[in-house]
């Protein structure tokens, strides 16, 4: 059973930077962000790595958003720079097993592909 603990959120200013941290269990193969920008809005895939190393990341954080895991660490990252008011949400870190292949095409950006979820992490950015 995977074990996933985001932090890292906060309250930051427009233009302002927030890393974000999931440290997890048993080393998943396949690991994502997502977010959820309202309450009963559905999750929004951010971006994936596979164990491989392989990472994906989404068109409208592209340039601003790097993903990473550090494997003696058992921690993912998610570094977000230049944070406009569209980036606020709940954040969320997900594992799965899934395969390489999967895992950096459209499965990889699908929430009900991942088995393992963590509480989430608010961000808040404010003008």
């Known amino acids: 059973q995977v074990q996933l603990v985001e932090s890292g959120g906060g309250s930051v200013e427009a233009g302002g930077s927030l890393r974000l941290s999931c440290a997890y269990t048993?080393?998943?193969?396949?690991m994502a962000w997502f977010r959820r920008q309202a309450p009963g809005k559905e999750r929004d895939w951010v971006a994936s790595i596979h164990v491989m190393g392989s990472t994906n990341v989404a068109d409208s954080v592209k340039g601003r958003f790097t993903i990473a895991k550090v494997n003696h660490e058992n921690t993912l990252y998610l570094d977000m720079t230049g944070l406009t008011l569209d980036d606020t949400a709940m954040y969320y870190c997900?594992?799965?097993?899934?395969?390489?292949?999967?895992?950096?095409?459209?499965?990889?950006?699908?929430?009900?592909?991942?088995?393992?979820w963590g509480q989430g992490t608010q961000v808040t950015v404010s003008s």
């Open positions: 048993d080393s998943p193969r396949c």
């Open positions: 997900a594992a799965d097993s899934m395969s390489h292949s999967l895992c950096t095409g459209e499965a990889g950006r699908r929430s009900e592909n991942f088995a393992y």
